[in-house]
């Protein structure tokens, strides 16, 4: 006999995805994704397609396979081995079948048609423990399948791991084509997977440095028109829409919004010297260094109230610690090299970076107070770090000396599991968006 099911209606997402959480009352499961540790054996699960709409139930399972694959924490057993087919896992499955093909964990579920599109039920199972671990049902309009497929991603994610997923996440980035010499820049936008990519803009300007907004409505970056380059900002949907955010004299450039959204940091050049701002939708702004020299890249702390930026103040690049007000100045990074584009993890117990020495480019990350620095790539050049929304991985883009044509990818904060993000153009200058709400 199946579980009993205690079913509770969420609100719909902003998306229009619907959500019920689907608990099992009668065990608590305990299999669990160990990743404390450096390297991590990759966890035996099996996806199955699901039942109901036989293409959707296949969909479904590949995009929610192809995001744990991708993490490198699971490892999807093959299909080909699956004893129990997806019709007969409408209920409790045989475990000692599962078991028999060395899988931990199962993944089943339900995806039929409805009048307002789709509706799909997934259970997350403990195939050792003969335990379901947790389920959802999603409704929402039928072109939202794969939305619902990341959703469940990230729940069995979360679940394993007690980490919040990443899956149901946006990448925005600079999308380049032509010759070196005349290189078209664009803003594009596309799934964490490389899906539903377009482009925000014709490529008329140079735009560089997209940054997405907190509930990744919106993007801001800059954008040469005329002879001095500005920032801009402009909704993810929809035509249209753009403004100047800092109009001013001198260039403005390296936008970066705060966690409430609703201020941004900017650096302003002026007279030969650049200067952190903090300015507001409304056209406030406030001055926030002043020191002679360079400036630039700032991030805020999870909470609002510290900044790390970049600076040469001392006579080379090197990473600084502020106050949000701008007290407080501190300088963190004391290695060799030169540092630059420091970004703050969501979780607020890293900073990543660019550490350029020996000629090589490197990213890497330490503690808000400098210390446990560590380096984790290295190339002819690596750039652009950006964080996942639960701050284990890390994005940027890799510039192949050879082709001269850079591409996208990531890496776990550990090192290891780096991977190519897919994109259809060379790419650069990337940012990761938080959750989708």
């Given at each position: 006999?199946?579980?009993?099911?205690?079913?509770?209606?969420?609100?719909?997402?902003?998306?229009?995805?619907?959500?019920?959480?689907?608990?099992?009352?009668?065990?608590?499961?305990?299999?669990?994704?160990?990743?404390?540790?450096?390297?991590?054996?990759?966890?035996?699960?099996?996806?199955?397609?699901?039942?109901?709409?036989?293409?959707?139930?296949?969909?479904?399972?590949?995009?929610?396979?192809?995001?744990?694959?991708?993490?490198?924490?699971?490892?999807?057993?093959?299909?080909?081995?699956?004893?129990?087919?997806?019709?007969?896992?409408?209920?409790?499955?045989?475990?000692?079948?599962?078991?028999?093909?060395?899988?931990?964990?199962?993944?089943?579920?339900?995806?039929?048609?409805?009048?307002?599109?789709?509706?799909?039920?997934?259970?997350?199972?403990?195939?050792?423990?003969?335990?379901?671990?947790?389920?959802?049902?999603?409704?929402?309009?039928?072109?939202?399948?794969?939305?619902?497929?990341?959703?469940?991603?990230?729940?069995?994610?979360?679940?394993?791991?007690?980490?919040?997923?990443?899956?149901?996440t946006r990448i925005v980035y600079v999308a380049e084509s032509g010759p070196a010499t005349r290189k078209v820049k664009?803003?594009?936008?596309?799934?964490?997977?490389?899906?539903?990519?377009?482009?925000?803009?014709?490529?008329?300007?140079?735009?560089?440095?997209?940054r997405i907004a907190p509930n990744a409505t919106s993007v801001a970056y800059m954008a040469y028109r005329g002879r001095?380059?500005?920032?801009?900002?402009?909704?993810?949907?929809?035509?249209?829409?753009?403004?100047?955010?800092?109009?001013?004299?001198?260039?403005?450039?390296?936008?970066?919004?705060?966690?409430?959204?609703?201020?941004?940091?900017?650096?302003?050049?002026?007279?030969?010297?650049?200067?952190?701002?903090?300015?507001?939708?409304?056209?406030?702004?406030?001055?926030?260094?002043?020191?002679?020299?360079?400036?630039?890249?700032?991030?805020?702390?999870?909470?609002?109230?510290?900044?790390?930026?970049?600076?040469?103040?001392?006579?080379?690049?090197?990473?600084?610690?502020?106050?949000?007000?701008?007290?407080?100045?501190?300088?963190?990074?004391?290695?060799?090299?030169?540092?630059?584009?420091?970004?703050?993890?969501?979780?607020?117990?890293?900073?990543?970076?660019?550490?350029?020495?020996?000629?090589?480019?490197?990213?890497?990350?330490?503690?808000?107070?400098?210390?446990?620095?560590?380096?984790?790539?290295?190339?002819?050049?690596?750039?652009?770090?950006?964080?996942?929304?639960?701050?284990?991985?890390?994005?940027?883009y890799r510039l192949d000396r050879a082709t001269d044509r850079s591409e996208l990818r990531r890496i776990d904060i550990?090192?290891?599991?780096?991977?190519?993000?897919?994109?259809?153009?060379?790419?650069?200058?990337?940012?990761?968006?938080?959750?989708?709400?």
């Open positions: 006999m199946a579980p009993v099911l205690d079913r509770r209606a969420l609100l719909a997402s902003a998306a229009g995805i619907g959500s019920w959480v689907l608990f099992d009352r009668t065990a608590e499961a305990q299999l669990r994704v160990d990743i404390t540790r450096g390297v991590v054996e990759p966890l035996p699960i099996a996806i199955s397609p699901l039942a109901g709409d036989p293409l959707l139930g296949v969909q479904i399972a590949d995009v929610v396979q192809a995001d744990l694959d991708g993490s490198g924490l699971f490892r999807t057993i093959d299909r080909r081995a699956y004893i129990q087919k997806p019709e007969e896992l409408r209920q409790v499955p045989r475990f000692a079948d599962w078991r028999q093909i060395n899988a931990q964990a199962l993944v089943s579920g339900i995806a039929t048609p409805t009048a307002q599109g789709i509706a799909v039920e997934f259970r997350l199972w403990d195939v050792l423990g003969g335990t379901q671990m947790t389920g959802l049902r999603f409704e929402g309009p039928a072109d939202r399948w794969r939305r619902i497929a990341h959703k469940i991603a990230d729940a069995v994610y979360e679940r394993m791991t007690g980490e919040k997923g990443y899956f149901d664009r803003i594009a936008v596309m799934d964490q997977d490389g899906a539903n990519h377009r482009f925000l803009t014709d490529g008329r300007d140079l735009v560089l440095t997209p001095t380059p500005k920032v801009y900002v402009r909704p993810l949907e929809g035509a249209g829409g753009e403004r100047i955010l800092v109009d001013s004299e001198g260039m403005s450039f390296a936008p970066r919004f705060a966690p409430d959204g609703r201020r941004m940091l900017v650096t302003i050049a002026q007279r030969g010297n650049s200067d952190i701002w903090e300015v507001t939708a409304a056209g406030g702004r406030r001055r926030l260094t002043a020191e002679p020299g360079i400036d630039t890249s700032p991030s805020f702390s999870p909470d609002g109230q510290r900044i790390v930026f970049n600076s040469d103040r001392g006579g080379r690049p090197n990473l600084y610690v502020m106050n949000a007000d701008g007290s407080g100045v501190q300088r963190i990074s004391y290695g060799d090299g030169r540092y630059f584009s420091p970004m703050w993890s969501p979780r607020g117990d890293l900073i990543a970076f660019v550490n350029i020495k020996e000629r090589s480019f490197h990213i890497g990350v330490m503690r808000p107070d400098g210390s446990d620095e560590r380096l984790i790539t290295r190339s002819w050049q690596d750039e652009g770090p950006a964080w996942s929304p639960n701050g284990r991985i890390i994005l940027f550990t090192g290891y599991n780096e991977r190519v993000v897919p994109t259809p153009q060379a790419a650069s200058d990337p940012d990761w968006s938080g959750l989708i709400p």
